[in-house]
């Protein structure tokens, strides 16, 4: 799950990390007051989408009035912003954020992932702060530190203080940069992030280290233990199709093909994704219904493939191992009745009550395409789509 810059901020605020102080605001006359109540001569306001590039993008400014919040607000909120990380069609603004200007002398780049391989949580970091890391992973590689901290020591004070002279920073600023990045790195631990992203880390003019930016996701199998940040959500950033499947705790994930599949099981998921692409065509979606779906689950399912404009054909991989192959096929023909269904549907299943699912299947009417074996299900749908 991920969240805003300014909930980013207000979480990283509470474990100590030095934030910029600031006001989020929805509305014009919001963005004006919130300007007066930092009570400086200079602010940045800020958009807030779940996307970065907001700078090049014209969705950050500084400002020094009431008046110009007010303006700036008026021209984003409830309109897109397109940056280069939202595709063409941009995210709708629905909040600014104002912040006190920090007059920045130093821009560096700071970030904490998961390194799977050195199974541990990793510090990145870099001189060349405020541009993509990936652009500086092409271009300078040399440029990026990686550090993996040892999870029985925690972030180490020695350690903290290695990538400080690696960045360059001195004298106060070594310590000030290794309090930062240690509270950094409870705050990682302790909420159940798999990323903190803070681009740009600055050195301001007046010698102070702190986050001008930040980007936090969290794992999602954390957040039971975490109500207040799951309470962070914003729906309206979210896939709606996501959104929906999770209702239902259906694994699904959205992707650029045509073709929908609906699978039980992560694994069979994967090869039939693969197989997909090896017949030629490209799936739509990930989605695994899971092992004991009802009719019910399916029948969501099915309705969430069909509602992505996008789909031009259907292919249901199932292995009836706990699921039963006529509970799956009840569900599939109630929700094809129930959104009448217009795209062709290849289904391939074996297992449990097999027999029984072809014939509900065959006996409901719908238009059904059924296949013999897996790669048989890839060829017809992918055939289905005129390919
Ligand atoms: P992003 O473009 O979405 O990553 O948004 P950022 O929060 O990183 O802001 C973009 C850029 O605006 C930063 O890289 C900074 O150069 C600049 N910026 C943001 N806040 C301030 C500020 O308080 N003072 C100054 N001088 N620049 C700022
Ligand atoms: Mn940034």
Known sequence: MNIHEFQ??????????PVPKGQPAATPEEAAAAFRALGQPK??????????????????????????????????????????????????????????????????????????????????????????????????????????????LGMAPFQARRIAFALGLKDKQVGQFAALLGALYRAFVETDASLIEINPLVVTAAGRVICLDAKISFDDNGLFRHPDIRELRDPNEEDPAETEAAKYDLSYVHLDGNIGCMVNGAGLAMATMDIVKYYGAEPANFLDVGGGADAQKIAAAFRILLSDARVKAVLINVFGGIMQCDVLARGVVDAAREVKLSVPLVVRMEGTNVKEGKQILAASGIKVITANDMADAARRVVESIGK
């Open 43 to 152: 602010a940045v306001i800020k958009a807030q989408i779940h996307a970065g590039g907001r700078g090049k993008a014209g969705g950050v400014k500084l400002i020094g009035s009431a008046d110009e919040a007010r303006e700036f607000a008026a021209r984003l909120l409830g309109k897109p912003l397109v940056t280069h990380q939202t595709g063409p069609e941009g995210r709708v603004v629905r909040r600014v954020y104002l912040e006190e200007a920090s007059q920045v002398a130093r821009e560096l780049y700071l970030g904490l992932v998961i390194d799977r391989k050195a199974a541990a949580v990793a510090v990145i970091a870099s001189t060349e702060g405020g541009m993509e890391i990936e652009e500086v992973a092409a271009r300078t590689p040399e440029k990026i530190i990686t550090d993996p901290v040892n999870p029985l």
């Open 8 to 17: 980013a901020k207000q979480v990283l605020g509470r474990f100590g990390v």
